[in-house]
C-alpha cells in the first residue's frame, strides 16, 4: 500500500477520553479510536482526576493497537507524533505526554505538544468519513465551544488572536451543572440537549448576558444562576426536579423541560448575539466551529441558518469529531508540520492550564 507520508499517530489524553488516531499526510482519518471511561466515573457524578489518570495508563495498549490495526499501520510507520500539552488535568496529561515522548524518542519520529484548544480549533476540516481534510482557509474565525472553553478565535496565516472568550463558566460547563442539579447522570450536556427538545422555552425567556464594558467575551454563570433559581421555584411549587436515570422525556415535568428549553435558547442565542456584534465590527467570511458543545442540536441550525443569512462560508465540525479526539491533535499537528514547527519530545511538558 502506498501511504502519503507522514503517518501521524495522535494521542489525546486530556480529560477521561482516552484517544489515539493516525491520519496520512492528506489528513485523511486512517483511524480514530476513542475509549469513554464513563462507567468508572459515574458513580461520582463527574471525572475523577486520579481514576482518570489510571484509566488512561490501563486503556492505552488495547486503544493504541486497535488504532493502528484499523489503519493496517505498525507503530514502527509512524513518522509524526501529536499529544495534547494541555491545557486539562494534569495526571491524564502527562500519562499521554509521557506516552508520546517516550514513542517518538524510540522511534525517532517528529513530535508535535499540541495545545487542545487548536485540536478543535481545525477540526471542522477534518473530513467526516475518512476523505482527505480541507484546507483551511487562509484567515477565519473559529468559535471553540467546549466544557473548558467558549472563545472565538481569529485566525491568520497560521498566527492565531482571541477575540473572546468567557469570563466565567464554559457554556458545555453550564449544561452539565443545570443537568448535574437535575439529578442527571455525567455527561449531563447531551441529556440537558434531548430533554430541551420536548420543552416549549417561550414560558422562560432567560437573558443574554453582555459585559458592560462592550467586549464580545462570553459569560455563562449568570444564565446558570437564574437557571437554578428558577429549578428551585419549581421546586418549591411541588414540581420533581431529582430526574435520576434514564430521564425519558415523557417522565420529565413539562415545567422541567420548558425551563430546559428556555434555557438552551438564551444559551445558544448568546454566541449568535456575539457573532451578530463580531460582524459590525469587521467582515467575517469564514467561521469554524468546534467542540463537544458543537454537537448540540439547536446549535447546529441556528448556526447553519445564521451564516446563510450572513453569507458567512461555515464549517461546522462534524459530530465524529466535536468531542474530544485524537484524530483532531494529529490534524493540528500536520498542519504545524507543514510550517516547519516541530518540538523537542525531551523538552514538551504539560500544563493544567496554557494560555492559547
Ligand atoms: O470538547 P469536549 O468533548 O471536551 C472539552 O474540551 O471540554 O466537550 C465536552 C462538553 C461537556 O461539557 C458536554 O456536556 C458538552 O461538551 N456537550 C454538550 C452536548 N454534547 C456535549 N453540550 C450541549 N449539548 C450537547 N449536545
Ligand atoms: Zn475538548
Redesign the pocket.
Known sequence: MSLLRPIALGIETS?DDTACAVLDGDGCVLSSVVSSQLEAHRPFGGVVPEIASREHLRNWPAVSETALEQAGLELGDVDLVAVTKGPGLIGSLLVGLSLGKAIAYALGSRFHAVH?LEG?LYSPFLGSSGEKAERPPEAFIGLVV???HTSLIQVDGGETKTLAETRDDAM??V??KVGKRLGLPY????L??ELADSGNGGDFRLSIARCSDGSLDFSYSGLKSQTLVEIQKLESAGVNTHLGEPAAAADVPSPILDLLAGFRTAAVGQLVDRLDRLRKQRPVRYLAVS???A???LLRPRLETWARENEVDLRLVSLRYS??NAAMIAHAALLRDRRGLVDDPLAADAASRIPF
Do not use: I, K, L, M
Open positions: 480529560c487542545h478543535h467546549s466544557g473548558g458545555g460547563e449544561f452539565d455527561p449531563q450536556g447531551p440537558v440537549d467542540g463537544g458543545v454537537a448540540n442540536r468531542g474530544d
